[in-house]
């Protein structure tokens, strides 16, 4: 596999165009060689402090990999397995081992994403305890541990706590004797406390047509994420990578992942596998924070890599894999969506939604936390991680790398005047969650509260008979978790019954009405 560098060299000069922002780092690695490094833009604009390669960024959920990396050059996880137990004190169940938290096939619902029902508001402080105290009281999951995937920031906290009990030594210090040291990472640190950022570095909400502004965060993450680095840091790891090649710490987290059924994963250690648009297989990463995107991605076989960082939010992964794809050659996407797809969707067992809608280049499936990106085909839509095809009056969704295959039904259309069905206060009883919902003038909202307060109030968009959504856009950790299907179930009569609640990161959360 021989890359067209000139190509990549040439995508790269064109990313502050692409992704505009107020600044930006990019850089190219290849055979163990920087060949390329870009910085644009201003770290600060109210003090018009540039952007430069020295610049310290959060590199948020690209951390996972760093905390499996130094958990692997000091421990077996696979000897320490019944150590996670101790932190999941009230969890009913089997409890996943440290293997399954790496590879995001614990189950367990994602902290930060149920943050928001819990009271967060966007600005709201997440402290040092409050995650323990969070999953610490989890009694269930949403899937059975090792049979499928989904993204759990808390499972690499649990990791990183384990780590240091094990080791009595602290996360940051084991950071530096055995990563950042070895990689020649000067600059690299871990700064767990997002309400104390970078120094010289702001990050910016907004657009280029709204503008932007500096981003509130109040987050405290640690072993899920929190190291700060520069682009010269991070392709300093680029060219580490390439040096221990053969049987490295890298090649060890770069493993094919697979769940307990033997089917092959998306996921293992902290790093994502994934197959590019010009069909080279990739490991990589990418890192979230409000004001903040980063990812970096390596291709084994071609030994080239790229990491992008921005101090705006604009699609990271999409600037480091283009310029991945650049030089190994991706083919144009068809276009055209079949419109048999077209529509909402519901899964019965999930009671997640799937909505579906044609764009100028495919599909676009809503199921996750962003939208997936579909090409068109005979048999309906497919993208390197999931498809989608018709099945009588159901839809087939097939998300291999999550080991998920389901058949969604149809969503039938609304019956008038049902919102206010939904209309009271309902209780969710395992994290003691309560959710406000009110019908006034035809639009319906929904407040949240529990153990962080008040959250701001909620639009609530009918979708179907029973079924609503809730989107979240901003939360304490970004990207916030996205919309939340809300699903009403009736007795025979017609009368509610309870109200289940959900995401992909955290699904199946059981509210039953108080007072009715």
């Not at 790891?237 to 060890?252: K, N, P, Q, S």
């Not at 509260?449 to 008979?465: D, L, S």
């Amino acid at each position: 596999m021989t890359p067209d560098l000139d190509a990549a060299l040439a995508r790269l000069d064109l990313l502050p165009d692409l992704y505009p922002g107020p600044g930006g780092v990019a850089g190219l690695v290849h055979k163990g060689h920087v060949i390329a490094t870009r910085a644009w833009g201003h770290a600060t604009v109210e003090t018009a402090v540039p952007m430069t390669r020295a610049t310290p960024l959060p590199i948020c959920s690209i951390s996972k990999q760093f905390t499996c990396a130094a958990f692997l050059a000091r421990l077996d996880p696979a000897a320490l397995a019944g150590r996670v137990a101790d932190h999941l004190p009230a969890f009913e169940g089997p409890r996943p081992d440290l293997m399954q938290l790496m590879a995001n096939q614990s189950g367990l619902r994602d902290y930060w994403a149920l943050a928001p029902l819990l009271g967060a508001r966007p600005d709201g402080e997440f402290r040092r305890s409050d995650g323990p105290e969070v999953y610490g009281r989890m009694q269930t999951g949403h899937f059975s541990p090792g049979s499928s995937y989904s993204y759990c920031n808390q499972n690499f906290r649990i990791v990183a706590d384990i780590l240091q009990e094990e080791t009595g030594r602290d996360l940051a210090e084991l950071y530096e004797a055995d990563l950042f040291a070895p990689a020649g990472m000067e600059g690299a640190r871990l700064a767990p406390d997002t309400a104390t950022p970078p120094v010289g570095v702001t990050g910016y909400e907004g657009t280029a047509a709204t503008g932007y502004f500096p981003a509130t965060n109040r987050l405290y993450w640690k072993g899920d994420a929190g190291i700060t680095a520069s682009i010269d840091d991070m392709l300093a790891w680029e060219v580490h990578i390439d040096a221990t090649r053969e049987g490295g710490l890298y090649t060890r987290l770069s493993a094919a992942p697979a769940f307990r059924n033997g089917q092959p994963a998306q996921y293992g250690y902290g790093l994502a596998h994934e197959r590019l648009a010009s069909g080279a297989a990739a490991t990589g990463h990418g890192g979230a924070l409000r004001g903040f995107r980063a990812y970096r991605s390596h291709v084994a076989a071609a030994r080239l890599s790229a990491v992008v960082m921005f101090n705006h939010e604009g699609d990271a992964h999409g600037a480091a894999t283009s310029l991945l794809d650049a030089a190994l050659g991706a083919p144009e996407c068809k276009r055209g969506a079949p419109g048999s797809l077209d529509g909402a969707w519901i899964d019965p067992a999930s009671g997640l939604l799937l909505r579906v809608a044609p764009t100028l280049d495919g599909i676009a499936l809503r199921f996750a936390t962003g939208p997936d990106a579909l090409e068109a085909t005979a048999e309906g839509g497919r993208a390197p991680t999931v498809s989608l095809s018709r099945e009588g009056d159901a839809l087939r969704m097939r998300r291999p790398g999550e080991n998920l295959d389901l058949l969604a039904a149809p969503v039938a259309p609304a019956a008038p005047g049902a919102a206010a069905d939904l209309d009271g206060l309902w209780h969710w009883p395992e994290l003691n969650a309560f959710l406000t919902i009110e019908t006034r003038g035809g639009a319906t909202h929904a407040v949240a509260r529990g153990r962080f307060g008040t959250a701001q109030p909620e639009r609530v968009h009918p979708v179907g008979r029973d079924v609503w959504v809730m989107p979240v856009r901003r939360s304490v950790d970004a990207p916030a978790p996205g919309d939340w299907t809300l699903r009403l179930h009736r007795d025979e009569a017609g009368r509610p019954l309870g109200l289940t609640v959900g995401c992909w990161l955290a699904r199946g959360l059981a509210y039953r009405r108080i007072g009715a």
